[in-house]
């Protein structure tokens, strides 16, 4: 049996990983700042989406991590674009 203070830990997890990339700086870094973030992100969504208890979970963070998703979404595109060499190089 999973309590809050569990459930607030798989937040928290998502929540840093999702802000590591973010606020990332270094361009060489983003890739796997955005592939560590976005599974953290889909696999709490998962979670949250895909149990029985669904009541359980506060909108707030289902809501928090559909943001997300569409952020690393947003920024992938950013990165990962044709011009993503000359930025690097």
């Known amino acids: 049996m999973k309590n809050g203070h569990e459930e607030s ?3 928290q ?3 840093k990983l999702y802000k590591d990339a973010l606020f990332e700086s270094e361009v060489l870094k ?5 592939e560590l973030a976005k599974h953290a992100v889909l696999d709490r ?5 895909c149990t029985r208890k669904k009541r359980t979970y506060q909108a707030q963070e289902l ?3 559909r943001h997300a998703d ?9 990165y990962f674009t ?3 060499d000359e ?3």
Request: net charge negative.
């Open 9 to 11: 830990g798989h937040f």
């Open 13 to 15: 997890q998502w929540e």
């Open 30 to 34: 983003m890739p796997r700042r955005l």
């Open 45 to 49: 969504l998962e979670d949250v989406t």
């Open 63 to 65: 809501e928090a991590l």
């Open 70 to 78: 569409r952020a690393l979404k947003a920024l992938e595109q950013l």
């Open 82 to 84: 044709d011009n993503y």
């Open 87 to 89: 930025r690097i190089g």
